[in-house]
């Protein structure tokens, strides 16, 4: 059995766990709510405040679903609880953000401003010109509009530049070498 799967989530204090029909789980807490469409061959079960997975049969295909599943539905619990959140970096002469309004407004060493939108569920922060907090409570979209972001510019090998993640660690190259 899988040890992912068959561990229990406990639901904190201050959040509701719904299962309605179909597996369509609705979490709500104190940073959000968030509501998504489990895998309907899984069994979620509600015992208080216990979460429990379990799988119909032992299938390849259930078992790889059955530790996703709790992946999922705890994930979601954390991010009602605690927010995901990623941190970016940016390197370069001139490079800089700012926030304007609801947009991130990049300078990126492009002819042009370089302006990102904020999505709903998602939060920017920029507390200094070259960092980037990106916060919410769906880890999965938290990572992805991160990505969105760093792709805007993506660090080169040479000189560093670019935008990473803050824990990214860039393998620098040589470069040319003089006579």
């Known amino acids: 059995m899988s040890r992912i799967g068959r561990a229990p989530i406990t639901v904190p204090a201050g959040v509701d766990v719904t299962v309605a029909e179909g597996n369509v789980v609705t979490v709500k807490g104190p940073k959000g709510t968030i509501t998504k469409t ?97 916060r919410g409570v769906d880890k999965q979209q938290v990572g992805q509009f991160a990505a969105d972001v760093r792709n805007k510019r993506p660090p080169e090998p040479y000189k560093g530049k670019g935008i990473k993640y803050a824990d990214e660690v860039i393998r620098r190259k040589e470069g040319k070498t003089g006579k």
């Open 38 to 134: 489990l895998c309907p061959v899984m069994s979620i079960e509600k015992d208080g405040e216990v979460i429990h997975v379990k799988r119909p049969d032992d299938t390849k295909e259930n078992r790889a679903l059955h530790g996703l599943t709790r992946t999922l539905l705890n994930n979601m619990v954390h991010g009602v609880t605690h927010e995901f959140s990623k941190t970016l970096e940016i390197n370069g002469v001139g490079y800089r953000a700012a926030k304007e309004g609801k947009n991130l407004v990049m300078n990126l060493g492009y002819s042009h401003q370089v302006i990102v939108p904020e999505v709903d569920g998602i939060s920017i922060d920029v507390p200094n010109p070259n960092q980037v907090v990106i």
